[in-house]
C-alpha cells in the first residue's frame, strides 16, 4: 500500500497542478525545486498515474550517477509499499531491476544515450524527467539536446522535464523551446554557517594532489563538529583518497560509526548510509550525495571545499579528474544537506572572505572534458560537428577537433566525420572510444577474456595498492576478495556480452584507419612469451600515442611526452611500455608512470603503427646539415642510418635552416661586402623604396633572390663559406628602375676631400655617416659633405691620426671650436699649418717644411 502520510508532506505536490498544466500545454517543462522537495522521487510517480487518477504512463528518470539512480527507484517504490523491480525499478551499467509491469524506470544518463542511439524514438515511453540538470555533466546535456531533437522531428508527444534544484532555469526553458517554468517551495530549515578556515596557509590543489595539511584540518573539524553539535555529520572531500586519508586521521570515535560513500563503494554501503541509522554516524562522501539522496540523521555539513572535474590536456595526451575549488552553487547544495530534516550547520574549511571569490558554478563538462565520446555519439547520431544541437553551451572548437582526428585514426569516423559502422558499434558500448577499440580490437588479437580483463582495469582507477604494473594489478584484482575486485569482475563478464552483442562483423585487430572494417590481412600473432606483452597491446590499442620506449634515464611517449617510472618499480628497466595512466608531478618537467604494462618493440609497432614512418631527415644540426633516413613510431627513433645522395630539396631546406639559426654569417663577407651591406641599409633608411632591406630578417626572407644560384649548388656548411655574399648581395639592387647605376653618387664608398685625398665614408651607423680625416685636409672647405642629401659627422684627426673633433657642422666648427683646437695642437705639432683663419687656408696633407719646398 502507498505510504500516503509520507507522500502528502513532499512540499513539491503543491507544483503537480502547474507541472501537468506545463506539459499539456506545451510538451516541456522546467522543474525547479529545492532539495528534500520530492522532485526526484513524488514526481515520477505522479507523472506515470502511480498515485491514483492522471493518465497510466511510461516515465524514464535520468539521474547523473548509479548510486543516486538506485535509491530513487528504492525511494520511490517504498513509498509506493512496493519492491523495486515491481511498478519502479532501475538500470544502471552491468545491473537492471526492472519488471514486466513497470511504470517508471530510473536510468543513468548513460544508459539513456545508449538507448536513444539504438531506439532514437524511445518506443513505450511518455516521460523522461532529467533530473539534477544543474550539474551540467556531459552526458545529461548530451542526452537533453537528443530529447529535444526526437521531441522535435520524431515524437511531438514526448513529454520532458528538465529538474533541478539550482540551476539556469531561463537557459534551460529557452533550450526547450520556451518550456514554461514550475517552482515548487520547500520547507527548508535554517542551516547556520561556520567559517572554519585552517590555522595556516594551505597549498592549493595540483591535479589529483591534495594538500595532506588540509586534510588533517577536515578531520580535526570533523571532531569539533561532533563535540558541538548533534546528529550525523556528513563531510564532503573530492575523491576516494581523501575519504581513506580522512578516516585514518579519525581513528575510532567512540560510538560513532565512520563510512565511506563514493561511487565506488559497495551497494551494501551505499543503501546502509541511505537507511535510517541506531548509532550516531560520520559520513565521507564525494559530490555523489550533494544531490538527489537524502542521508537521514545528518544535521552536520562538513565541507572541504574541494571537488573533483574533467580536464584534458590535448597537446599531451593526458587526460584525468583534476581537483578544484567547489563552486558556490556546490555550496548551497553541500549545505542543504544538513537542513534536509530539521535545522542544521555547515562548517566551511575556508574563510568567509574567499566565498565570494569562488566560481558561482560548476564548469560544464562540455567545455572541459575529453569530447571522443560526445563526437562520436553526434556522428552516430547524423550530426558530426553538434551544430544542430540545443545545447546550453557549444563544444569547444579545439576539444572537438582532436577528438575528431581520434576518432578518425580508430576507423569511427569517415573523412566527412560520419559514423562508420565500426563507429556504431564502439558506440553501443557503453566505453570510451579507446577502450571500446582496444576491447574490439583487443579481442580478435589476444582473445575476449584478456581483453576484457585489461578494459575492465582500464575502466576504473585501480586502488593504489595495487601498483604501477598493469600484470601485476591484473592478478591481484583476479586473487583480490575487495569491494574494487569485486566491481572489476562484474565490468569483465559486462564487456564479455557487450563484445558478442554488438551487431555487425567481428572488428578483428588491424592498423587504425579511417576505413569501416579493418583489414584481416593486418592481423598479426602476438608473442605471449613476453611478460606483460598480451595485457600491453590492449592497453597501447587504447592509448597508442602513450606507448615509450627506455631513452636515457626516462621513457620517450611517441606522442613526444616524457615520462618516469617511480623507484622499486617492476617496471624499472624494461626496454618499452604501454602507458596506461600518467599524471605530471608538480615542479617536474616529465609524466609519471601510474600504470603500465612492459612489452617489446614488435608489440609496440602492431598497435602503434598508425604512427609508424619511415623518411629521408635532413636537417641543420650541430652547425652543419646531417642527412639521414630514419624509422619513427610517432616521436621514437626506432632505426637511423646515414643518407647519401639527399634529395636536393631537403638539403636546401637544411641550409636554410642553418642561416636561419646560425645567421649570415655563415656566408663569407669580405670587407667590401660589408661595406655594401652598410650603404644598401643607410640608403634604405634614408630613401625607401627602391632600395632594398638587407636586414637579417629580410634577407633571409628574400633568399630566393639573391642567394641563387650558389644556394643551390651548396650541401654543407662548407659550400655556404664559399659564396661571396657581396656579389650575392649586388642582385638585389634597384637593376630595373635604373637607380643601381646611381649607388656611387648617393652613398659613395670613398668622397674627395679638399686636400685631392679620397677618404672612405663609414655607413657602420646608417643614420649618422661617419668621415674621419685629417683636420689640415679639410682646409678651406666651408660646409661639411654630404652624401643623399645627409650632413656627414666629420671626424676631425690630429696628424697623428687621433681624434681631435667631431663635428656636423663645419662652418661653426671653424668658428667657435677650432681655435681652441689649434691652442692645443700647435705646440705638439709644430711641423704641420695652424693657420687662423682654416676656412680661408689651403688645405694640405703635408708639413709646413714640405708645403715651402
Request: glycine residues 10%; proline residues 7%.
Amino acid at each position: 500500500m502507498p505510504r500516503d502520510d509520507a507522500l502528502d508532506a513532499l512540499p513539491v505536490r503543491a507544483a503537480l497542478p502547474a507541472l501537468n498544466d506545463a506539459l499539456d500545454g506545451h510538451g516541456a517543462a522546467v522543474l525547479a525545486a529545492p532539495p528534500g522537495t520530492g522532485k526526484t522521487t513524488l514526481v515520477p510517480l505522479a507523472l506515470a498515474g502511480l498515485l491514483g487518477g492522471g493518465p497510466v504512463r511510461r516515465v524514464v528518470v535520468a539521474e547523473p550517477r548509479r548510486i543516486a539512480a538506485r535509491a530513487a527507484a528504492r525511494r520511490m517504490a517504498w513509498l509506493l509499499g512496493e519492491k523495486v523491480g515491481e511498478s519502479v525499478g532501475y538500470t544502471v551499467r552491468g545491473e537492471r531491476v526492472v519488471g514486466p509491469r513497470a511504470r517508471v524506470e530510473v536510468v543513468t544518463t548513460g544508459v539513456l544515450l545508449q538507448r536513444l542511439q539504438r531506439d532514437q524514438e524511445l518506443t513505450g515511453v511518455d516521460v523522461v524527467v532529467l533530473d539534477e540538470c544543474h550539474e551540467r555533466h556531459l552526458d545529461a546535456d548530451t542526452s537533453a539536446a537528443f530529447l529535444w531533437d526526437v521531441r522535435e522531428t520524431l515524437r511531438p508527444e514526448l513529454r520532458l522535464v528538465a529538474a533541478s534544484a539550482t540551476t539556469d532555469t531561463a537557459g534551460w526553458a529557452r533550450l526547450l523551446g520556451g518550456a514554461p517554468v514550475v517552482e515548487a517551495h520547500g520547507t527548508s530549515y535554517d542551516v547556520e554557517v561556520v567559517w572554519a578556515p585552517p590555522p595556516r596557509p594551505v597549498r592549493p590543489p595540483h591535479g589529483m594532489r591534495v594538500d595532506p595539511v588540509l586534510l588533517a584540518h577536515v578531520a580535526s573539524v570533523v571532531r569539533r563538529a561532533l563535540a558541538e553539535r548533534s546528529g550525523d555529520v556528513l563531510c564532503f572531500l573530492p575523491g576516494v583518497g581523501e575519504i581513506v586519508r580522512v578516516a585514518g586521521q579519525l581513528g575510532e570515535l567512540g560510538g560513532v560509526d565512520v563510512l565511506q560513500v563514493h561511487g565506488r563503494a559497495p551497494a551494501a554501503v551505499q543503501d546502509a548510509v541511505l537507511a535510517p541509522a541506531a548509532r550516531r554516524r560520520v559520513v565521507l562522501a564525494t559530490s555523489v550525495t550533494e544531490s538527489s539522496l537524502t542521508v537521514p540523521g545528518v544535521r552536520v555539513v562538513v565541507d572541504s571545499g574541494l571537488a573533483r572535474e574533467p580536464r584534458v590536456d590535448h597537446a599531451r595526451g593526458l587526460s584525468a579528474l583534476t581537483t578544484v575549488r567547489a563552486s558556490q552553487a556546490a555550496g548551497r547544495q553541500r549545505a542543504g544537506r544538513a537542513g534536509r530534516e530539521a535545522p542544521g550547520a555547515v562548517y566551511r574549511c575556508w574563510a568567509q572572505a574567499e566565498d565570494a571569490r569562488l566560481s558561482p558554478f560548476p564548469a560544464p563538462e562540455i567545455k572541459v572534458a575529453d569530447l571522443a565520446a560526445f563526437a562520436l555519439q553526434a556522428a552516430c547520431w547524423g550530426d558530426p560537428d553538434a551544430s544542430g544541437l540545443a545545447l546550453l553551451d557549444p563544444p569547444p572548437g579545439g576539444a572537438m577537433a582532436a577528438a575528431r582526428s581520434l576518432l578518425t585514426a580508430i576507423g569511427a569516423v569517415d573523412s566527412a566525420g560520419r559514423a562508420t559502422g565500426r563507429g556504431v558499434r564502439l558506440a553501443r558500448l557503453g566505453l570510451h572510444p579507446r577502450l571500446g577499440r582496444a576491447l574490439l580490437d583487443g579481442a580478435a588479437a589476444v582473445g575476449v577474456e584478456r581483453a576484457a580483463e585489461v578494459v575492465a582495469l582500464l575502466s576504473e582507477e585501480a586502488p593504489r595498492e595495487y601498483g604501477d604494473d598493469l600484470v601485476a594489478a591484473l592478478r591481484a584484482a583476479r586473487r583480490g576478495g575487495d569491494a574494487y575486485s569485486g566491481r572489476w569482475r562484474a565490468e569483465v563478464r559486462r564487456l564479455r556480452s557487450v563484445v558478442a552483442g554488438v551487431s555487425g562483423p567481428p572488428a578483428g585487430f588491424s592498423r587504425p584507419s579511417a576505413g569501416d572494417r579493418p583489414s584481416a590481412g593486418d592481423r598479426r600473432p602476438v608473442d605471449g612469451n613476453v611478460d606483460g606483452n598480451v595485457e600491453g597491446l590492449v592497453v597501447a590499442l587504447a592509448f597508442p600515442e602513450r606507448v615509450a620506449r627506455l631513452d636515457g634515464g626516462s621513457y620517450l611517449m611517441v606522442s613526444g611526452t616524457r615520462a618516469e617510472v617511480g623507484e622499486g618499480t617492476g617496471l624499472r628497466g624494461a626496454a618499452w611500455l604501454a602507458v596506461a595512466v600518467a599524471d605530471r608531478p608538480v615542479g617536474r618537467g616529465h609524466a609519471r608512470v601510474q600504470l603500465a604494462a612492459a612489452v617489446d618493440e614488435e608489440v609496440a609497432r602492431l598497435a602503434a603503427g598508425v604512427l609508424l614512418d619511415e623518411r629521408d631527415e635532413v636537417r641543420w644540426t650541430d652547425g652543419d646539415v646531417v642527412a639521414r633516413r630514419v624509422e619513427r613510431l610517432g616521436a621514437v627513433e626506432l632505426a637511423v642510418r646515414p643518407l647519401r645522395d639527399a634529395d636536393a630539396g631537403l638539403v636546401r631546406g637544411a641550409l636554410l635552416e642553418g642561416l636561419e639559426r646560425d645567421g649570415l654569417g655563415l656566408l663569407r663577407w669580405s670587407p667590401d661586402a660589408h661595406v655594401l651591406r652598410q650603404r644598401l641599409a643607410f640608403l634604405r633608411l634614408r630613401l625607401g623604396e627602391p632600395w632594398p632591406d638587407v636586414s637579417d630578417a629580410s634577407l633571409y626572407a628574400r633568399v630566393d633572390e639573391w642567394l641563387e644560384p650558389e644556394l643551390g649548388r651548396a650541401r654543407r656548411r662548407g659550400d655556404l663559406g664559399r659564396i661571396d655574399a657581396g656579389v650575392a648581395l649586388g642582385r638585389l639592387l634597384p637593376w630595373a628602375c635604373g637607380e643601381a647605376g646611381r649607388l656611387d653618387e648617393l652613398a659613395p664608398e670613398r668622397i674627395t676631400v679638399p686636400s685631392g685625398s679620397r677618404i672612405r665614408v663609414g655607413y657602420a651607423d646608417p643614420e649618422r655617416p661617419v668621415l674621419a680625416v685629417k683636420l689640415q685636409e679639410m682646409f678651406g672647405l666651408q660646409e661639411s659633405p654630404r652624401v643623399a642629401g645627409v650632413p656627414l659627422v666629420v671626424h676631425l684627426l690630429s696628424p697623428a691620426g687621433r681624434p681631435a673633433a667631431v663635428t656636423a657642422d663645419l662652418a661653426s666648427f671653424w668658428r667657435d671650436g677650432y681655435p681652441g683646437v689649434r691652442a692645443e695642437l700647435r705646440g705638439r705639432y709644430p711641423k704641420h699649418p695652424w693657420p687662423e683663419d682654416p676656412a680661408g687656408a689651403e688645405p694640405t696633407r703635408y708639413t709646413s717644411a714640405r708645403l715651402r719646398r
